[in-house]
Every structure is written in structure tokens, then in C-alpha cells.
């Protein structure tokens, strides 16, 4: 029985994707924050550029409503998963087809390096979110170049609180998405996965990297044997790097949360 047929047995199929879940340094580092970060979660959710709503799950318990949506122009040339999971609604244009200040949670994670015009879009999250509700938004700092050719920005925290204020918005919380060793880790395990032993449509059958176009090429099997010992080593290295040496220039990317600024409150303005 062969690799990609092994993968179709349900328990084969979930003990590798968990596998692949943990070395995967940079989906690690996202759901453990935003599992931290999802009981300040309320009401109804937006998450723009959902994709296949990879993060529904984490937030259901603590939102009344999930809500995904997707620009038309980069889901339809990248999404390799197209009708598995649908966005509840797609658009076009500049402007979200939503209410203003109708979304209590607004999330957006690794999205805002797609888009030409980030600060258009920061605004409009700022426009549909409500006066006391909560953006939470993650960005990389370093990644490599992914989902082209719609792969535009990357980002310094400095310039996230610089677009968010732009849009009236207020950084509450700004986390650190993991630090050198985990930045020098996923390169190395990226690159052993993608370019040596070509697991991307594998990858892809395993339900991840959804928003990448389709992947055909066949995986090096014959590679395995020594590229999974090295990928579970590096990533195990880089969690311990992380611990041992904590670099706070160095990391994958930040995730931030904001809220509207209020401009009544005493000394505003001064």
C-alpha cells in the first residue's frame, strides 16, 4: 500500500496531521495564541479572508455567530480546497458588503499581507466593527513568499499600531509569534518539506495550506526516512531555542488586538 493510500485510513490519516500540525512551528505558534485569546471573543465573529475556516472551531464556544468571508480575486487563483468549506460570502471591491459597527469580534489572521492596499482594508475592519468590539489580526514578520502572486507585505509591529491608528483603532495586546529559533527552524523545515521531499499536495490532501494553489507533484517518498527524523528534530530544537534564548527582534509574525479608540475619555486630545 503506498503513501498517498495509507493517508485514506481515518487513523493514519488524523496521527498525520497532528504530526504535521507540530512541526509546523508557524500554524503551532498561531493556534496556541489564538486559543488563548478566544474567550475575549463575543457576539457575532467576522473573520475576513476565512478561507476553509481553519479557526471556526476555536472561537464557536465564546461567539453567538461565525461569519467567514473572501475576497473573489485571490480565493478563486490560490484556494486549492475550492467546495470544501465554503466562505459564507465572497466580495469584490474595496468595500465589505457589511453593516457599519455590526460585528462584535472581527478576525483576520495572516491575511493582510495578500491585499495591495492594507490600510483600505484595516479600515474597512475598523468601519464594521462595533464601538466596544474587538479586532484580532495576525500578520508574519517573516514567511516565505507564499500564495502568489497575491503575497504583497510583511509586517513590524511598528507598522501594524501605525495602520490600526490610522483607522482609529488602539492597540490592547501585541503578541510575539514565537522568537529566532522558531524562525530559523521553520525555514529549514519548509524547505526539507517543499523542496526536498515535496509534501505540498500531500499536504494539501491532509487539509492544510488551503489558500495555496493545487500541488501536483508527486511526493519523494524515498526521502522520508531521513526528512521526517530531521523535521521532528528542528522543530523540537526550535521550542527549546525559543525557551533558551528569547530574541525579541526576531520572530514568524504578531498577532495584535485593538480596539476603537476613545477619544471621550479625560486628556484626549490634549
Not at 126 to 140: F, T
Not at 223 to 248: E, H, K, M, N, Q
Request: proline residues 7%; charged residues 20%.
Amino acid at each position: 500500500m503506498g503513501g498517498a493510500s495509507l493517508l485514506e485510513l481515518p487513523v493514519v490519516r488524523s496521527l498525520t496531521r497532528r504530526a504535521s500540525d507540530w512541526i509546523d512551528l508557524q500554524w503551532s505558534l498561531i493556534i496556541q495564541l489564538l486559543k488563548s485569546i478566544a474567550p475575549q471573543a463575543r457576539g457575532r465573529l467576522l473573520d475576513v479572508g476565512c478561507g476553509d475556516k481553519p479557526y471556526e472551531a476555536i472561537f464557536r464556544p465564546y461567539v453567538r455567530s461565525y461569519f467567514g468571508i473572501e475576497h473573489t480575486s485571490t480565493f478563486v487563483h490560490t484556494a486549492a480546497r475550492k467546495g470544501v468549506v465554503k466562505p459564507d460570502l465572497f466580495y469584490s471591491g474595496p468595500r465589505l458588503p457589511i453593516r457599519d459597527g455590526s460585528c462584535d469580534t472581527v478576525l483576520s489572521v495572516q491575511v493582510l499581507e495578500h491585499t495591495p492596499r492594507p490600510a483600505a482594508l484595516v479600515a474597512e475592519m475598523a468601519r464594521v466593527l462595533a464601538p466596544d468590539g474587538l479586532l484580532i489580526l495576525s500578520a508574519p514578520f517573516q514567511f516565505r513568499l507564499h500564495e502568489e502572486p497575491h503575497d504583497y507585505f510583511r509586517y513590524s509591529p511598528h507598522g501594524l499600531r501605525h495602520l490600526l491608528a490610522d483607522a482609529g483603532l488602539e492597540v490592547t495586546e501585541m503578541h510575539q509569534q514565537g522568537s529566532l529559533g522558531s524562525v530559523i527552524g521553520h525555514k529549514l523545515n519548509s524547505f526539507l518539506s517543499f523542496r526536498v521531499a515535496r509534501v505540498a499536495g500531500m499536504a494539501q490532501g491532509l487539509g492544510k495550506l488551503g489558500h495555496e494553489q493545487a500541488n501536483t507533484q508527486r511526493p519523494r517518498f524515498w526521502t522520508f526516512p531521513f526528512v521526517a527524523p530531521a523535521l521532528v528534530g528542528i522543530a523540537a530544537g526550535a521550542r527549546a531555542l525559543d525557551s533558551l534564548l528569547f530574541d525579541p527582534e526576531e520572530t514568524m509574525g504578531f498577532m495584535v488586538l485593538a480596539r476603537h479608540r476613545q477619544t471621550g475619555a479625560p486628556g484626549a486630545g490634549r
